[in-house]
């Protein structure tokens, strides 16, 4: 999963890029919280399914597969991400090998092949906004990656107002500089949840249910 580009300093006062991976670790409880498993949950109805596998499309450091497998032991998941720091990580979580595997993989890609496929759930976590465009996404997923009557779940920041963008990130204590905000902003808020729902139907998808865990952060349901 990828997050945005910020410039940063080190104990020298030195340009360094910032560790993509550990914010992500350092996130993570943050954007799954038990009110985000709540709702998962409710969407997904696979409590008391058997047999099921799952795909984590950019799935960072491997957190969010983790906490599946805690929470539905039956589940096979495969996670991919194109950061060989991330895949790394994820790897070194030593999960266990036969319910939970990762790859390296760049899923921007039209020919994006996945031992495992099709999968009856695909799950996207603040990763959909990322993609430079989604049409290769939208024909892997309709050509054999997502089962026939299979589930899209999309986790993603829906485009607000500049001020309640702003706002959110005083609450998490994540107060900016004015012009990082204007750059995130343009970032996060790249899709309306209208837009996304427009976007999948006239791909052929239906939107079963959506659900926002907060004003900025909405879940979505995709069916086949």
Request: glycine share 6%; proline share 4%.
């Amino acid at each position: 999963m990828h997050t945005p580009k910020k410039d940063g300093l080190n104990m020298r006062g030195e340009n360094k890029k910032p560790d993509l991976t550990s914010i992500m670790v350092a996130t993570h409880d943050m954007r799954f919280s038990p009110i985000f498993w709540n709702e998962f949950e409710s969407l997904a109805q696979i409590k008391n399914s058997k047999k099921i596998n799952l795909l984590d499309l950019g799935t960072g450091p491997g957190l969010f597969l983790r906490d599946i497998n805690k929470h539905y032991p039956q589940i096979f998941a495969v996670g991919v991400d194109e950061s060989s720091a991330m895949v790394n990580y994820a790897r070194s979580l030593k999960l266990p090998k036969e319910k939970i595997r990762f790859y390296k993989k760049d899923i921007s890609t039209k020919s994006l092949n996945i031992k495992g496929k099709p999968f009856k759930f695909i799950t996207m976590n603040f990763v959909f906004h990322h993609l430079p465009s989604p049409l290769n996404l939208m024909h892997n997923l309709k050509n054999g990656l997502l089962a026939k009557n299979g589930c899209l779940i999309i986790y993603d920041w829906v485009r607000t107002t500049l001020e309640e963008y702003i706002e959110f990130h005083k609450l998490m204590g994540r107060e900016m500089p004015e012009d990082t905000a204007f750059e995130m902003f343009s970032e996060h808020g790249k899709y309306t949840s209208e837009d996304l729902v427009w976007l999948f139907k006239r791909e052929g998808f239906k939107m079963k249910e959506e659900k926002a865990i907060t004003n900025l952060h909405h879940l979505f349901l995709f069916t086949r």
